[in-house]
């Protein structure tokens, strides 16, 4: 007993240490509903990329705008990136909330407290592997970041669902400002359960002899002593706002410096992203050169073919042959998962014209196979809304120039709508597979 109440005490005394007129629960609000908007964006673009690289069987995807797969995951790095400074402001408005007392009122409240706790948990481990991909340090991992990301989505929204099931009254009183704050705008501060504080600022007066604050802005309350003047009202006011402010500036800056890597308008402030437009060989960013992929030899050699096959049906194809089919010029964006895009112009033979060489069905998958013997991306498959799409190409030119042996020379796919992942360098074989 004197144990709980001593415990009690140190929290209660930490949280009156820890309170400002910046962590309030209408912050906690505003920032939350921020965030969560933030999330359910990274939530619904990450399962579009997720399933265009690992479709279900009856999954159909949109290939128009050609650009679609840029803006998604443009939105899904992008918000990703914001998340940083608006989980941390928001962690810094509820800081308090950590040292309640007494630290588990009831079974629901234990069950509210651990869903927060894993919120929090998966969320900044989320969005940390997610800043790390972009810089392409996945490979520290040790486990597949894919797989991985696309768990742990599924328990940050389910624990954010959770925690906004329990912070509903919460979240309802402080939604809008005109509740929140009283005529001459100081914030209206309504206990979320007042007995359980009063139980212990009662005990605490019992056990120190002195008159106690409580709630989780206890100090705010001591500070004001109910009536604040208004020179402290303005002093918290000016706080409050402060902090808000701040956010603010740190959230626009961060996306206005890194955003530009996929949104054009912004890549003369593109400061902090990994990427920068037309910073690579033909102007166009590498995310493995021929080297690390260990193609350089079978790539530049002068024996090299591409073969096509349906069932017993084969068609092998020169270079010169490749270059003897009508040839196509369509700009089409390489956007790669990590956020980064660039348009760029492809010239060659249309998909759909060696998928006819060999009789393939208009509805046929395909197994595309690159030179690339190592890592994971050497053997990719495309569903025939893409296959038979006439903007996708076999590409042997870019910016009308031969391919760069690290853009996939001597060809490569490219398709409208697909994750760059997806577009694979230095064909080798492409194969009919149901
Ligand atoms: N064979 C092969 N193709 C590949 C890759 C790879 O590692 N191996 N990387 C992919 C990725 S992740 C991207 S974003 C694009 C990048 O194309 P670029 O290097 O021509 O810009 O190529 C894709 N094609
Ligand atoms: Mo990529």
């Known amino acids: ?100 007392s007494p630290p588990v009122r009831s079974f629901g409240h234990l069950v509210e407290r651990a869903s927060i706790a894993l919120f929090v948990a998966a969320s900044l481990m989320q969005i940390t592997i997610g800043l790390l ?130 949104f054009r308008f912004l890549d003369p402030v593109n400061a902090f992203a990994p990427r920068k437009k037309g910073v690579g060989p033909q102007t166009l960013p590498v995310n493995r050169t021929a080297k690390a992929a260990g193609v350089l030899a079978t790539a530049t050699a002068p024996e090299w073919t591409l073969t096509i096959v349906n069932g017993g049906t084969r068609e092998v194809f020169s270079r010169s042959r490749l270059r003897a089919l009508p040839q196509r010029d369509e700009v089409l964006p390489i956007a790669c998962v990590e956020g980064w895009s660039q348009d760029a112009v492809w010239r060659g033979p249309r998909l759909s014209d060696l998928l006819d060489a060999v009789g393939a069905a208009p509805d046929a998958h395909v197994r595309i196979t690159s030179l690339q013997r190592r890592g994971n991306f050497g053997v990719t498959e495309m569903q025939p809304e893409f296959a038979r799409d006439p903007l996708t190409l076999v590409a042997l030119e870019l910016f009308g120039e031969e391919l760069d042996i690290d853009h996939g020379y001597p060809a490569r796919v490219i398709a409208p709508g697909r994750p760059g992942v997806l577009q694979t360098k230095w064909l080798s074989m492409i194969e009919v597979i149901a």
């Open 1 to 100: 007993m004197l144990l709980t109440a001593r415990l009690q005490r140190i929290l209660h005394q930490i949280r009156r240490a820890v309170a400002s007129p910046a962590r309030n629960a209408r912050h906690a609000v505003v920032l939350g509903r921020l965030l969560a908007l933030a999330f359910l964006a990274c939530f619904a673009t990450g399962l579009y990329s997720h399933f265009l690289q690992d479709p279900l069987p009856w999954m159909v995807f949109p290939n128009r705008p050609v650009w679609i797969y840029q803006l998604t995951q443009g939105i899904h790095v992008t918000a990703g990136i914001a998340c940083f400074p608006l989980l941390f402001a928001k962690l810094f408005s509820v800081f308090p909330e950590l040292f309640q």
């Open 133 to 262: 991909n972009t810089y392409q340090l996945y490979a520290l991992f040790g486990f597949s970041f894919r797989l991985t990301h696309y768990a742990l989505a599924w328990i940050v929204i389910g624990s954010l669902l959770i925690h906004i099931g329990v912070k509903l009254p919460t979240i309802a009183r402080y939604w809008r400002k005109r509740d929140a704050y009283d005529g001459d705008g100081t914030l209206v501060i309504e206990e979320e359960d007042p007995d359980a504080d009063l139980e212990v600022a009662d005990e605490l007066q019992r056990l120190t002899g002195r008159p106690q604050a409580h709630g989780v802005t206890g100090r705010l309350f001591a500070w004001m002593d109910r009536t604040p003047a208004p020179r402290e009202a303005h002093a918290a006011r000016e706080t409050r706002r402060g902090f808000l402010a701040t956010v603010a500036v740190a959230t626009t800056v961060l996306v206005a410096t890194t955003a530009g890597q996929t």
